[in-house]
């Protein structure tokens, strides 16, 4: 084959009304491959959106791409074939004279020219349409991530062939004895083709020469060689070509075996735990996914350093280079058809026909062009898809029977509250299995019950093995009628027909869309963007701010909400791992979504670059293929409490570390620290405030999740809380994990609705401001609880879910509670006393919040906040929980209500200490 490469200057006329029929006359340049957008072409806006980033030259219409090439004579009678590799609907013309259209998103564009072309020159023309498509096409075309670009951004080619040739070669390898190839043999019936299999390096494997028959080549081959299989520890890559009267077509493969054993999940008959991220195919410096291998690479390769080896594909699929770089690293990758809505069967209410047998086509494409890399492990038929369960499942059905090298899911939580596992499903991805069943630590308010990283008090216990697998199976809820349902960032009726047994899956279970825990907005980021895509929502962001006179402290309250968001992220990958019917979760995100309103939910930004929040090999702690985890009910513990802490094993590589010790040791903080010595734990020999160490011996185990023994300690006798600190680590390895407890003295303190007795003082508890100016003339120590009021916002203790703009307006037309939108604790530590944290939220503050309510202090000069509830930048209000108003101290929190708890009963002591000082001591602050 001869490839022309028609890269290069190409003349460009935008036809915003779509208004010529035949190719007009080019009014400007552009180098392809690129887009218009990205080669900022057209008209640049500047009117801000705070939905998703501003394309400020976004186009949507026909582009007119036309060029001159030259044909030689030796090429007139030969298959010509225009291969265009990632674009939108593509129609090519010759000298202004039509000939084809292709649609699809996914898949080449392989345009036939032969007998079209004379030798000479010819004028080429390309019309690239980026509106009318045959659906949606989720975060292929959408604004919110890769944006509806115009444009061809991948190779385009001239493909030159002789009239006969092998093409779509394709290669099923499970296993190492059975090899099969088949391949298309155009322009020839029957026939001999030479088939070749090598080694990435070139060493040849294999050799044959085989019949083919009406125009169909089938071959089944052996190999010999453990050292041949594909899986994310051994990336061993072979080619296949195959050869036919001089033209050749060669395929990278790799030799992997994708199975299930129930609930669990295979490859080459070797448990797997899927640690995914969400990709929705976010590249803002160019609004288009990248097109080659080694920039794909440095994208797996950051994701990697954060333990990640699997990528879901939200509605899209990526370019070949991103499977080809997955294969060279070890990623497991999962492409979804381009849809998000309802598949009816026909005759129901929203079938499409046109629409489906697109989206039908489209899976056979995406498999066809991308099913020979071996990180391609799963496809899916969308996200969240309602609609005719047995017509979803014909789509797996058909497309198994066609492809078996794959595993294959009816979409990604199908049916919502109403979930079930279809007959040709290998894999259940989803987030319950009934309303109650809850395999996730976050939802929407709006698709309450949330889950219990929201609700319930933070430990490291939590698991969904009872959930997946209950011990006792009841009748389900039966459902047949319209509910409304979150629909992208709307709300949306849909029939829900719902089993009448519970349902159990017998398949692997996937968590989806895990997290999605607000960050607050970085505000450095601004003046980074060179390229059209532009946040212009951080500009409103920031006025909003300084309105409320909260923008100077943007840095602290970034570094807050981050340390929450972070907790709640590990406390939800530890309850995965911790799950033994669990077979992976998929990250909301690890990388910010600047879309849907704007989520700011990854540790990283959108150009997958850390926020400086957490280390890659702090966050690596909690996930990576092997992880240490202790099991504690609470992390808030009383002096002379004796503790019973489990420890357990998630491992998905037992050859790292077979026979190994776990050391740990139990400390109070301020005496000792894990030290590091070549990348390899090593704990110091220092004893003081040491209260235990020891190890644990680590045995080789069939199952990924192991019991490695359970370490017994008391904690000391206390005179001051204390933060007490425990480290495990494998011995000789870079695994380790760290987890604290806040620990208490049992304080004879006594609190009631009216006052606070503590060490035979009273400090009486007020509820109005003008109750606590008489205390205050009066002489009578007081602290001022206000009642809440309708203007006041509930005090809640995890950040908010994905953003508070988007659900609240999904609330608000689906009827429901809105959500309550702040973002965890700005804590000033040192007005404290002893009353020892952090400047956030931690888990001593999470009855003190959770029974407390934000006061709304916008305008109020007067204050001094040393407690800051940290609001959300659409509300954007100046909160306090804690705070001097005047001389008053004011607090929110309802003591009374869990005065039974060691850290509340610190607490309390704390502010009797405070109002019972000088008040005017403390600094002014804010």
């Known amino acids: 084959m001869i490839v022309k490469d028609l890269q290069g200057i190409w003349e460009l006329c935008l036809d915003e009304k779509k208004q010529y029929s035949v190719p007009p006359k080019g009014e400007d340049t552009i180098c392809l491959p690129n887009s218009t957008a990205n080669a900022k072409k057209g008209v640049c806006k500047t009117e801000p959106t705070t939905d998703f980033m501003t394309d400020q030259y976004y186009f949507e219409g026909y582009a007119w791409y036309t060029r001159e090439i030259k044909v030689e004579e030796s090429w007139t009678d030969k298959k010509l074939t225009l291969f265009l590799e990632r674009t939108r609907i593509s129609t090519v013309y010759i000298d202004g004279v039509e000939l084809d259209t292709q649609d699809s998103l996914c898949g080449y564009h392989k345009h036939d020219l032969t007998g079209k072309l004379s030798a000479g020159a010819h004028r080429l023309t390309i019309r690239v349409n980026n509106t009318d498509y045959p659906t949606r096409g989720g975060h292929m075309t959408s604004p919110d991530t890769q944006t509806n670009w115009n444009g061809i951004v991948g190779r385009i080619e001239l493909q030159i062939r002789e009239q006969v040739y092998p093409e779509n070669v394709q290669v099923d390898a499970k296993t190492v004895d059975k090899v099969c190839v088949s391949a298309d043999v155009a322009g020839l019936s029957e026939g001999e083709a030479q088939v070749v299999i090598r080694r990435k390096s070139g060493d040849v494997l294999y050799e044959v020469s085989h019949s083919f028959d009406a125009g169909k080549l089938e071959v089944e081959l052996a190999l010999a060689g453990e050292d041949l299989l594909?899986?994310?520890?051994?990336?061993?890559?072979?080619?296949?070509?195959?050869?036919?009267?001089?033209?050749?077509?060669?395929?990278?493969?790799?030799?992997?075996?994708?199975?299930?054993?129930?609930?669990?999940?295979?490859?080459?008959?070797?448990?797997?735990?899927?640690?995914?991220?969400?990709?929705?195919?976010?590249?803002?410096?160019?609004?288009?996914?990248?097109?080659?291998?080694?920039?794909?690479?440095?994208?797996?390769?950051?994701?990697?350093?954060?333990?990640?080896?699997?990528?879901?594909?939200?509605?899209?699929?990526?370019?070949?280079?991103?499977?080809?770089?997955?294969?060279?690293?070890?990623?497991?990758?999962?492409?979804?058809?381009?849809?998000?809505?309802?598949i009816a069967a026909p005759g129901e209410e929203y079938y499409n026909e046109s629409e489906q047998a697109y989206l039908i086509e489209e899976g056979y494409r995406i498999l066809r062009d991308f099913g020979n890399h071996p990180s391609f492990v799963m496809l899916s038929m969308g996200n969240e898809l309602w609609g005719n369960k047995e017509r979803i499942n014909s789509f797996l059905h058909n497309y198994k029977k066609v492809d078996s090298r794959h595993l294959y899911t009816q979409g990604s939580n199908n049916f919502q509250w109403v979930p079930e596992v279809l007959?040709?499903?290998?894999?259940?991805?989803?987030?319950?299995?009934?309303?109650?069943?809850?395999?996730?630590?976050?939802?929407?308010?709006?698709?309450?019950?949330?889950?219990?990283?929201?609700?319930?008090?933070?430990?490291?216990?939590?698991?969904?093995?009872?959930?997946?697998?209950?011990?006792?199976?009841?009748?389900?809820?039966?459902?047949?009628?319209?509910?409304?349902?979150?629909?992208?960032?709307?709300?949306?009726?849909?029939?829900?027909?719902?089993?009448?047994?519970?349902?159990?899956?017998?398949?692997?279970?996937?968590?989806?869309?895990?997290?999605?825990?607000?960050?607050?907005?970085?505000?450095?980021?601004?003046?980074?963007?060179?390229?059209?895509?532009?946040?212009?929502?951080l500009k409103v962001y920031q006025e909003r701010m300084e309105k409320s006179g909260t923008f100077a402290q943007?840095?602290?309250?970034?570094?807050?909400?981050?340390?929450?968001?972070?907790?709640?992220?590990?406390?939800?990958?530890?309850?995965?791992?911790?799950?033994?019917?669990?077979?992976?979760?998929?990250?909301?995100?690890?990388?910010?979504?600047?879309?849907?309103?704007?989520?700011?939910?990854?540790?990283?930004?959108?150009?997958?670059?850390?926020?400086?929040?957490?280390?890659?090999?702090?966050?690596?702690?909690?996930?990576?293929?092997?992880?240490?985890?202790?099991?504690?009910?609470?992390?808030?513990?009383?002096?002379?409490?004796?503790?019973?802490?489990?420890?357990?094993?998630?491992?998905?590589?037992?050859?790292?570390?077979?026979?190994?010790?776990?050391?740990?040791?139990?400390?109070?903080?301020?005496?000792?620290?894990?030290?590091?010595?070549?990348?390899?734990?090593?704990?110091?020999?220092?004893?003081?405030?040491?209260?235990?160490?020891?190890?644990?011996?680590?045995?080789?185990?069939?199952?990924?999740?192991?019991?490695?023994?359970?370490?017994?300690?008391?904690?000391?006798?206390?005179?001051?809380?204390?933060?007490?600190?425990?480290?495990?680590?494998?011995?000789?390895?870079?695994?380790?994990?760290?987890?604290?407890?806040?620990?208490?003295?049992?304080?004879?303190?006594?609190?009631?609705?009216?006052?606070?007795?503590?060490?035979?003082?009273?400090?009486?508890?007020?509820?109005?401001?003008?109750?606590?100016?008489?205390?205050?003339?009066?002489g009578i120590a007081c602290i001022y609880v206000p009642v809440q009021t309708a203007a006041d916002i509930e005090g809640t203790y995890c950040t908010d879910f994905w953003n508070y703009p988007m659900f609240r307006s999904i609330s608000e037309s689906m009827g429901r509670k809105v959500p309550v939108g702040t973002l965890g604790l700005y804590i000033r530590k040192d007005e404290l006393g002893d009353f020892p944290c952090e400047a956030h939220s931690t888990p001593q503050w999470f009855n003190l919040v959770m029974h407390s309510h934000c006061t709304v202090l916008d305008g109020q000069d007067d204050v001094r906040l040393l407690v800051q509830p940290i609001d959300n930048v659409e509300r954007c209000h100046k909160l306090g929980m804690l705070y001097y108003q005047g001389d008053v101290l004011v607090c929110t929190s309802r003591l009374w209500e869990i005065s039974d708890h060691v850290e509340v009963k610190a607490f309390a002591k704390m502010l009797s200490e405070m109002v019972g000082g000088n008040v005017n001591t403390i600094g002014k602050i804010g």
């Not at 939800?572 to 791992?577: F, G, M, P, S, Y």
């Open 230 to 342: 594909w899986d994310e520890y051994h990336t061993n890559l072979l080619e296949a070509e195959v050869s036919v009267a001089g033209e050749s077509e060669q395929v990278c493969f790799g030799i992997r075996k994708l199975s299930c054993d129930k609930r669990r999940l295979l490859v080459n008959g070797k448990q797997i735990f899927l640690r995914g991220k969400h990709d929705g195919l976010v590249f803002p410096s160019t609004g288009f996914a990248p097109m080659t291998v080694e920039e794909w690479k440095k994208v797996f390769a950051t994701a990697m350093e954060y333990g990640i080896n699997h990528y879901r594909f939200h509605t899209c699929c990526p370019p070949d280079a991103a499977f080809a770089a997955a294969d060279e690293m070890g990623i497991y990758m999962e492409p979804e058809l381009p849809f998000w809505g309802t």
């Open 423 to 537: 007959e040709d499903e290998d894999v259940f991805c989803g987030v319950r299995l009934s309303k109650e069943r809850l395999f996730r630590g976050s939802y929407a308010m709006c698709d309450a019950p949330q889950g219990h990283i929201q609700v319930a008090p933070p430990d490291a216990c939590h698991n969904y093995d009872e959930i997946i697998v209950p011990s006792k199976l009841g009748e389900g809820t039966a459902t047949d009628g319209y509910i409304e349902i979150q629909y992208g960032t709307g709300v949306k009726k849909v029939k829900a027909e719902g089993g009448e047994q519970e349902l159990n899956p017998e398949v692997p279970v996937i968590s989806h869309e895990v997290g999605q825990y607000d960050f607050f907005p970085d505000f450095s980021e601004l003046g980074r963007y060179e390229g059209s895509q532009q946040p212009f929502y």
């Open 554 to 778: 943007w840095q602290d309250f970034f570094k807050a909400t981050g340390a929450l968001a972070l907790d709640c992220y590990r406390r939800e990958i530890e309850t995965a791992l911790r799950t033994r019917e669990l077979s992976g979760f998929q990250l909301l995100d690890l990388q910010d979504f600047p879309g849907q309103c704007v989520a700011l939910v990854g540790v990283l930004n959108a150009w997958m670059e850390s926020k400086g929040l957490i280390s890659a090999a702090d966050w690596r702690q909690f996930c990576n293929d092997v992880v240490i985890l202790a099991e504690l009910e609470s992390f808030v513990v009383s002096a002379g409490q004796r503790i019973e802490m489990p420890v357990k094993l998630s491992v998905c590589n037992w050859d790292a570390f077979a026979g190994s010790e776990l050391q740990y040791r139990v400390y109070c903080e301020d005496c000792v620290n894990l030290r590091e010595s070549a990348g390899k734990n090593v704990l110091s020999s220092k004893t003081a405030s040491m209260i235990t160490s020891g190890s644990l011996n680590v045995n080789k185990d069939s199952e990924r999740l192991c019991e490695a023994g359970v370490v017994s300690f008391a904690i000391p006798a206390l005179e001051k809380p204390c933060k007490v600190k425990i480290e495990l680590a494998i011995a000789g390895t870079e695994y380790k994990n760290v987890y604290e407890l806040w620990a208490y003295p049992e304080y004879e303190v006594k609190i009631s609705e009216t006052e606070i007795v503590c060490a035979g003082k009273t400090v009486r508890i007020v509820r109005s401001y003008e109750d606590a100016l008489n205390c205050r003339r009066d």
